[in-house]
């Protein structure tokens, strides 16, 4: 079972055509929610991190926001230069004390002049 | 303000062939981490260095990879023995000991096994 699932897979928009794509996590003990953008062929650039529930963050047309059991990412008259995949990753408590992220699918976002 | 940098940025190799890579972090941050990327994937945990003391590998780390931090700054991963399910994107990123957590990442190697 995945610990971590993003929906859509896939989501084309209009310009200015808001939306929020979603993270759903199932492991217990959160130390982080990350949230990052990946151009093709490009390392995951960093976005936001969240940590406790009810927590939101904003950086320009994007809007984080984190529940117990998943987490939003609202992007608000997105432009053609947003589209993108964007990744959701986790980082919680495991027994071996592991620092690694776990990475969902991703979204890829599509939008359209 | 520099980021963290990988190379080379591609590599074509044969089966059966080693291979190794190279990432330099940003220069304050002591942890760095090793990811696969295979398409139309999220990135899967490798490895990860604090200094250069080697404290977790991910199951996915078969015998044929190895990684080394040997004065705390760059690092290398090796691949012995070159597989086509070996091919894939490396990517590394670095951070901070504090308790932001926040990783960031190079642009990767593209691994290319023929």
């Known amino acids: 079972e995945d610990q971590v699932t993003q929906s859509p897979e896939a989501l084309r928009l209009q310009e200015g055509e808001s939306s929020s794509l979603n993270c759903s996590y199932t492991?217990?003990?959160?130390?982080?929610l990350f949230w990052y953008r990946q151009d093709p062929g490009k390392g995951p650039e960093f976005l936001f991190t969240?940590?406790?529930a009810g927590e939101e963050k904003e950086k320009e047309r994007l809007k984080a926001t984190l529940t117990k059991k998943e987490s939003f990412l609202h992007i608000t008259a997105p432009k053609p230069e947003d589209s993108a995949t964007y990744l959701c990753?986790?980082?919680?408590?495991?027994?071996?004390?592991?620092?690694?992220?776990?990475f969902g699918k991703g979204t890829h976002l599509i939008i359209q002049p | 303000d520099t980021g963290v940098s990988q190379n080379p940025r591609h590599k074509i190799t044969k089966r059966g062939q080693n291979v190794t890579f190279r990432c330099d972090p940003i220069?304050?941050?002591?942890?760095l981490y090793w990811y696969r990327q295979t398409l139309g994937q999220g990135p899967e945990f490798l490895t990860y260095?604090?200094?250069?003391?080697?404290?977790?590998k991910s199951r996915l780390l078969s015998d044929r990879f190895s990684a080394e931090r040997p004065k705390g700054s760059f690092s290398t991963l090796e691949i012995q023995r070159t597989e086509q399910g070996d091919s894939a994107m490396y990517l590394c990123?670095?951070?901070?000991?504090?308790?932001?957590?926040?990783?960031?990442f190079g642009p990767g190697t593209r691994l290319t096994v023929t």
């Open positions: 990123a670095s951070s901070l000991v504090t308790s932001s957590y926040e990783q960031y």
């Open positions: 492991v217990s003990g959160l130390r982080g």
């Open positions: 969240l940590y406790s």
């Open positions: 990753a986790v980082l919680y408590y495991s027994g071996g004390g592991a620092d690694g992220l776990t």
């Open positions: 220069s304050e941050h002591n942890r």
């Open positions: 260095f604090q200094n250069e003391a080697q404290l977790e």
